[in-house]
């Protein structure tokens, strides 16, 4: 493929930076950003209509320091592009029932459009049955068996965050999608699997890799789109990019040095690729910007409008 085909969409974005590799850079802070301010627009447009701002509620269980991290930043963001927020801190020893009372408590509340659960929860709580409590309609993470299933089915509602970001990211690079060879490198429930669906539902044709692929470097190798997400620094080499594939690293690792890194070699990857998402400034940034757009549409979406 051909990074210096973009589209009038990546020419708007700042100035394209290529990395000394060679490869033109997605930058999912500059992108991120632009989806925030189209959120900001459209959250104007609910407030004046509605008579409120669309809500937002997320819910800590304990004090895992990366899941503050996050915690905070998603409360700043959605504060910043007018969304109202809902803080629920519960202490570490909160049992599983009472937290299935807050889900239902908020399911109920008719100020809040939104409701996201910080993963990981403690010990002894089962994610599964907090997430499947979520009302379908509220879940903005699109977590909930219900919104994984309409994705499956060619017509997503609430789409997990992260791959959405991804198909945005690329949409607005011009990276045409459909008959790409994509191969996803990690199967989990919030990533993997919902980005194997979002590829296949922009056309691609998706191979999902995992701890039973027999033989990852082929499987990597023949893909113009890479996405890795497993969790290991350095998990894929550069030398197993295919030249001119796109490349979406998710992996958030902290390397020896203190550093954020992702999953992908990005410096070797970068002298094959014709486009790829630094770590961080790349999936991170996007997924709490499409979590935003997320809430606005559950908001939109609950009121009785379309999207
Ligand atoms: P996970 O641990 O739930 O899943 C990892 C996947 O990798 C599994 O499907 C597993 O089969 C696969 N895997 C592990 N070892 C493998 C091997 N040797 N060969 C092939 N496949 C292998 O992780 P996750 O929740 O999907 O997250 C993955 C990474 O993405 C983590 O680093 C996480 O921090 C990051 N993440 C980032 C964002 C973001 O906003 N950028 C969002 C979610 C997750």
Redesign the pocket.
Known sequence: MNATTATPGAAALAAPVRTAGGALLLDGKAVGARVRAEVAERARDFRARYGRAPGLAVVQVGEDPASSVYVRNKRKSSQEAGIESFAYDLPADTGEAQILSLVHALNTDPRVDGILVQLPLPKGVDANRVMDAVDPAKDVDGFHPVNTGLLAQKRPRLRPC?PFGVIRLAQEYGIALPGLRATV????N???RPMALELLLARATVTV???G?RD?RAEVERADLVVA????EN?VPGEWIRPGAAVFD????RSASGKLVG?VDFDRAAERAAWITPVPGG??PM?IAMLLSNAVDAAVLRAGGTL
């Open positions: 992260t490198v990690g199967a989990s919030i990533v993997g890799c995992h701890t692929t990852l997400a497993v969790g290991k998990f998710v992996g958030i690792n999953d999936l991170g997924t």
